[in-house]
Nanobody, 113 residues
C-alpha cells in the first residue's frame, strides 16, 4: 500500500487549497478513504471520509467548507478546502483502513491570519 499526498502550502485566512492523494497497492475502488490532520501538540483527528460509493462524512469543524471526493479510475482522493482558518493549520494525512491503518507521508497546510 502506498499513499502519496500533495497539495499543501501556505495560504491566508479565507483562502483555498486542494489536497490530493495518489493510492496504489490495493483495490482502491472498494475501500473507504479518509483525510486526517494533526496540529502540533494535538492528537490526529478525522477530517473527512468517503466510502466506495461516494458517501461522505465530515468533522463538524469543516462541514460546509471542505469537500472530499474520489476518482476511482485514477485511484485518487481529493480534499477541497475553502474558507480556510488559522485553526485548520496542521499536517494532513491520507488514510486507508484495511487490516490496519495506512497513512500517507503527510502534507503541511499553514493558514496565516
Amino acid at each position: 500500500v502506498q499513499l502519496q499526498a500533495s497539495g499543501g502550502g501556505l495560504v491566508q485566512t479565507g483562502g483555498s487549497l486542494r489536497l490530493s492523494c495518489a493510492a496504489s497497492g490495493f483495490m482502491f475502488s472498494i475501500n473507504t478513504m479518509g483525510w486526517y490532520r494533526q496540529a502540533p501538540g494535538k492528537q490526529r483527528e478525522l477530517v473527512a471520509t468517503i466510502a466506495s460509493r461516494g458517501d461522505t462524512n465530515y468533522a463538524d469543524s469543516v462541514k460546509g467548507r471542505f469537500t472530499i471526493s474520489r476518482d476511482n479510475a485514477r485511484k485518487m482522493v481529493h480534499l477541497q478546502m475553502n474558507n480556510l482558518k488559522p485553526e485548520d493549520t496542521a499536517t494532513y494525512y491520507c488514510n486507508l483502513n484495511l487490516n490496519r491503518p495506512y497513512w500517507g507521508q503527510g502534507t503541511q497546510v499553514t493558514v496565516s491570519s
